[in-house]
């Protein structure tokens, strides 16, 4: 998920074509306190206008505890970007009051099957605390993010190269996720000119169990893409797996082995995670089988 | 008369005589009688233990004789530092020759002085693979006598061969020489690099003066220009601003955007069916083209793939690729950074190469004709894969030529990167101001909104969305552009036709019209 | 409704545009300078959007002096509508 300034519309408009599976058009951290009103409008009608491909749109709103998170919603809501992101969420109070923002604006404007989900972020200490009963909060919530920049503040710590202070946080955050079917993902990396240093990051984080990783650079989305996109070779083993897994159900054979190895649910799982990340088509699968 | 491409084109223009038609890529070539040679080999005996040395610019010209109306010869691998030209054109106006055909194989940002020369008539014709800036602007208002020829760098070398170009007096400037003129780019405190356009106009110019600020005992060796036709030798102070002539090492782009237009081009060749063992390659200097290379470079690397060769336009950035094995050798014209001239010197595998053997169209071994994959740059392009790389968006002339003609009828897979729009202008039109490279000659057009492949290239379209490359229809993909951008008011161009664009079998592929009131 | 204070949106960085507006004396219409780095191509068409947005805001008299960098459409939109409100100190903003 590459993050864009709301301010900046030589980044905005070619913010789809990068390849990036998502785009955050940043109505918060990235925009000066002076500007805040420019960049709620500028985002405003580049959402109307700009095309943005297959990638999908969030737009990080402010905290609702500052003066413009309520104007940001009221200008972006009625637009339904794919997600819309609260930062600094600190309890599920907070998730509470938002939601209900949501729910009366997109009343106001008659949006009765309100496409949009939400993205929390956790970047304090008392968030990560909180982050289990937030992650069920509402239903409309579907991933969550963790903000090193700000939880290290926070926590009164540097953020140093190896993450060891966020650690915790990380796995904490993650283990919330799971718990409650959301997608996580991580924070940025600042160094847009050590490729390494993010490659290794990377690797690590989709080891601990994220699903995708913040971007502040379209340098850096090859490097994740990287990372995260299965070898040809795990596609190819997953391929085999599924497509015998059809075979089999087809059969009324619900475990098997291939090459020796037991074949079970969590195996053909496995499978289907590796075969989405490399955009395969279930169905393509099935239906091969079935010919 | 109509072009192939639908150009109306002046059958007479005086100062040139007739003029024919571009006709197709190879047509005219392969159908036509070759033209006949009209260019001799001067005799330029001298006596036994004679100095070529003369004290300065001003003397060697002197002694040959200069002329109203000659025709005056540069070479451009001096790029923006070139002190050479500039100071051979102010001695002869001191000397009060006039109505000069110019003719140098590029002409660039350091040639603006030439503005006054043209506007008072000393200068009255201009041939060139380039011409950019003020000048540019002055030939686009309508101040230049006759028309500007633009030709090909390989088309300069048959216009030598024919005789449309009659070289009267070269002066050619080198970073080392000998008193007998055995000059090189390759070595001295200027070192360029590849001396290659230089050769055509050693060979057959009536005079060939070699100024050279790096005067060496004889004999000057490895060098690529020979005594046997050079006249005159002149030691000068300086050839020009060393730090424009050769800096450094080229960077590869840090934009984003052209990044990601490389990125994509790179994928584009990994499945054309011309990525393998073998491939041969050449990239542009700037921006997403020679970024292509980086991802090209990392491709090569990940599938184990060695390249044959690569031709240039080389970067230090070739060199690497070369040091690292991914290409047996390089063949090279012209050379772009310091690391390349130490390059040309010291690996054998590096090659320097003369423009004859680069991509004159009338020879049977040009290098463009063996090449597989070439990614060019442009400033427009059309619907019809046409490619503008000569006029601005207000149709003023701005830019070059160069080799973009002549490698795209070579190579098997001619990409052209570029973005679909620049600062809201866009750059894929329904025609482009100018076309100097035909739609006939270009397969693949890689923008960061989508690939368009020429519909004669079915299979190959075929095979990049098989491997999930984001193929588009040209139409189609202008009309996204159009809807973002708003579609731009033209400039109304005048009716004096001020350039024209020879294609590189010498035949006119479009012409330009003067343009009112450049600020 | 006439803006009150002088005010501006948007930067000088490529396509963007900075759009400075200053209050006039009601009834003496809308004066709108434009420079762009895409003069030719788009002046009409920039200026067009910008009473597009003066209209929707229901701006009659203004000094409008916009310095475009090939800003799009919806960026013009977007910079004028925010110095508008800014002037007008329906919004807070910078000047």
Known sequence: ?291 | MKNALGVEIPEYIEGFGELKPFRGVWKSIIEDEAPATNISRTLKAKKPHTSKLCDNLEAAIKKCNPFDGMTVTFHHHLRGGDGVLMQTIKILDEMGIKDITLASSSLTSAHDGLVPYVEKGMITKIFSSGIRGRLGEIISMGKLKYPAIIHSHGGRVRDFLTGRIKPDLSVLAASAADEEGNATGSHGPSAFGSMGYADIDARYSKNVIIVTDNLVDYPCVPSTVRQHFIDYVVKVDSIGDASKIASGTTRITTSPMDLRIARIAANVIEHSGLFKDGMSFQVGAGGASLAVAKFLREDMKRKDIKGSFMIGGVTSYGVDMLNEGLFQAIFDVQSFDAAVSSSVLNNPNHIEITCDQYANPNNCGSMTNKLDVVVLGALEVDVDFNVNVITGSSGEIRGASGGHSDTASGANLTVVVCPSFRGRLPIVKDRVHTVVTPGESVDVIVTERGVCVNPSKPNLAAALIKAGVKVVDIKDLKEKVDAMTGIPAEKELGDKIVALVEYRDGTIIDVIYNVENLS | MTPKFKAQAGTFESSDIMVLIEPVTEETGRQIDISSTVMLQFENDIKTTINQVLDELDIQDVHLIAKDKGALTPTIKARVEAAVKRSLGIQEGTM
């Open chain 1, 1 to 291: 998920m590459l993050y864009i300034p709301g301010n900046n519309p030589a980044m905005i408009q070619q913010s789809g074509v990068y390849g990036c599976d998502a785009v955050l058009l940043d109505l918060e951290d990235a925009v000066a306190l002076n500007q805040k009103d420019a960049a709620r409008i500028l985002v405003r009608n580049m959402l109307q206008t700009v095309e943005f491909y297959d990638t999908e749109v969030c737009v990080r709103v402010n905290n609702m505890h500052t003066p413009f998170g309520l104007a940001d919603l009221e200008e972006i809501v009625p637009l339904q970007p794919d997600n819309i992101r609260f930062p600094k969420t600190e309890t599920v109070q907070d998730v509470k009051d938002f939601m209900k923002e949501v729910r009366r604006i997109e009343k106001k404007h008659g949006i009765k099957n309100p496409t949009m989900t939400i993205h929390v972020m956790i970047e304090t200490a008392k968030g990560v605390a909180n982050v289990y009963d937030i992650a069920n909060a509402d239903s409309r919530i579907d991933a969550i993010t963790i903000g090193g920049q700000d939880l290290t503040a926070d926590m009164g710590i540097v953020k140093t190269p190896d993450g060891v202070g966020i650690d915790y946080a990380r796995k904490r955050i993650v283990m919330a996720g799971k718990a409650y079917g959301l997608d996580v993902l991580d924070t940025v990396f600042a160094d847009v000119n050590d490729e390494e240093g993010l490659r290794e990051e990377t690797e690590y984080i989709k080891k601990i169990g994220f699903a995708g990783k913040a971007l502040i650079n379209p340098r850096q989305v090859d490097v994740v893409h990287e990372v995260f996109n299965p070898t040809e070779n795990e596609v190819r083993k997953a391929y085999r797996v599924y497509s015998e897994f059809i075979r089999n159900k087809n059969a009324g054979i619900g475990v098997f082995a291939i090459d020796g190895k037991m074949v079970d649910a969590p195996v053909v799982q496995r499978a289907i995670t590796v075969l989405e990340y490399a955009n395969i088509d279930l169905k393509e699968i099935e239906k091969s089988v079935a010919s």
